[in-house]
């Protein structure tokens, strides 16, 4: 660090504007000030600092609106250490669970183990298109689906047509769940190729304790205090500075006021950049760039915590899945949403108390697509209505009502509209290369670095996490801490 030093000595410290107070902008301006960097300003849109990841309370429960597990618990994940460095690390989560039917039908785990093997081999087996042009697969709804039904057949010829036909069921579960895996409306819609960019990290999700927004204010602690300024959207961003100067950017709020800079770290959601770019960008993003914004998938995924006098599960119970006795034809989204909506939610996840004095039990439940989107119109007392008549459906007791609920909204936020990234339909590798690709690009005999973008989508391999979006944020630090180096 000593030439950057030597660079601030000589009064030339360069201005980074970080636009976006998520995890991902919270990482870069924490790499940067780290390194010596003095002049990081963070523009949030909103009062609070960060973005997809927001905690809540459903009573005295934690209720994770955004961002839940850290997947992959190991030293290859950023936010597992930076987590432990804090002192933040909570539990792992377990995979106890249990498959429901309707009326309180308990499908055992024996019953149900064919469904489980198959799932994983099928899901193992993607790793098999990485890297190939063709494929005989549509998409992954495709492969699942069509390798799904033979493999069933095959394995259960012994079985009577009523059990063939609930084993079927119950994969058309685990399918939906996968749906809120990649906020996708459908599996018809994740590119069988592009499903195996994405890469696992070892060890079971475990979960930070009081809520992830911890970690977020862990590392805004290690910064100066007026390093953020919250309520202040960003209107354009006016780059292609062609003159020699420090200030090679302008960045414009919404009030009219143009912050000058030498350098812009870009982490709005994709979801924005989607239905935004036309006027965020002065001038507008090279084509290659728009191109795969368009071709990269962000959909929603929505939770319903719902709160009950006592628990209906059992004790040592993680996940429910809900198995209903007619989908057989593995259709992973509902034909009539405003009627069928809540059957798109086919898990919930227990929740498990971050203190003693969270004396009712609640459940997580999981919904995506379009189904979700539309669940996000609706009143409280419709959601709770839709939601006490399944769980009468599936336990058979009518007199079990939920306390309480609550609901996210993510596609109705303006300034994520939607959750989280998925590799959709067409989209290659080299598109995520071309969403973190500086602007100018290479080759320009512009001032070079002038809009770096950071954000899960920006990550080649760990999109739609929280790692991948911290490791992005260290990705674009480290490229200007490289170019003043």
């Not at 006027?279 to 719902?306: D, M, Q, R």
């Amino acid at each position: 660090m000593a030439e950057i030093a030597a660079l601030y000595s000589g009064n030339m410290v360069p201005r980074v504007v970080v636009v976006g107070c998520g995890i991902s902008g919270v990482a870069a301006a924490h790499r940067l000030v780290k390194a010596g960097f003095h002049r990081v300003q963070i523009l949030e849109a909103t009062g609070r600092s960060g973005g997809r990841i927001h905690t809540g309370r459903l009573g005295n429960n934690v209720a994770e609106i955004g961002a839940s597990y850290i997947h992959g618990p190991c030293e290859e994940n950023p936010v597992f250490c930076l987590a432990r460095d804090y002192g933040l690390l909570h539990q792992e989560s377990r995979f106890n669970f249990i498959f429901s039917s309707i009326s309180s039908q308990r499908l055992s785990s024996e019953d149900m183990s064919p469904v489980l093997e198959m799932y994983d081999e099928l899901m193992n087996d993607t790793s098999q298109f990485k890297n190939k042009k063709e494929t005989p697969w549509a998409s992954l709804g495709h492969f699942m689906r069509s390798e799904g039904r033979r493999r069933a057949a095959e394995r259960c010829k012994e079985k009577d047509a009523t059990t063939r036909q609930l084993l079927l069921c119950a994969f058309n579960a685990l399918l939906k769940d996968e749906c809120s895996s990649n906020a996708a409306h459908t599996l018809d819609e994740i590119d069988v190729v592009g499903f195996g960019i994405y890469k696992n990290l070892r060890g079971l999700d475990c979960t930070i304790r009081g809520g992830y927004e911890g970690l977020v204010k862990s590392l805004l602690s290690d910064l100066p205090a007026d390093i953020v300024t919250y309520n202040r959207p960003v209107r354009c961003v006016h780059w292609n500075n062609t003159e020699n100067s420090r200030d090679t950017v302008n960045v414009e709020c919404d009030d009219g006021e143009k912050i000058s800079a030498n350098h812009v770290i870009l982490t709005v959601p994709l979801g924005y950049l989607k239905k935004h770019h036309s006027s965020f960008f002065c001038p507008p993003l090279p084509a290659h760039k728009l191109h795969s914004i368009h071709k990269l998938g962000f959909g929603t995924c929505n939770k319903i915590y719902v709160e009950f006098d006592q628990p209906w599960w059992d004790a040592d119970c993680d996940k429910i899945y809900l198995v209903w006795r007619d989908e057989e034809d593995l259709l992973d989204h509902v034909s009539d949403i405003r009627k069928s909506w809540i059957r798109k939610m086919s898990t919930f996840t227990v929740l498990k108390p971050s203190d003693r004095s969270a004396i009712h039990p609640v459940l997580c439940g999981w919904i995506s697509g379009h189904e979700s989107e539309y669940m996000e119109t609706l009143s409280d007392l419709e959601v709770r209505n839709s939601l006490t008549e399944l769980i009468h459906t599936f336990t058979g007791n009518p007199r079990l009502t939920p306390r309480r609920i609550l609901c996210t909204k993510w596609f109705h936020n303006p300034w994520t509209c939607g959750s989280y990234s998925h590799p959709a339909k067409g989209c290659s590798e080299q598109d995520l290369e071309n969403m973190m690709e500086p602007l100018p690009t290479n080759g320009s005999h512009l001032q070079p670095l002038q809009v770096l973008f950071a954000g899960e989508a920006t990550h080649p391999y760990f999109y739609s996490t929280v790692h991948g979006a911290v490791a992005s944020g260290w990705r674009e630090a480290d490229r200007l801490i490289s170019h003043y180096s």
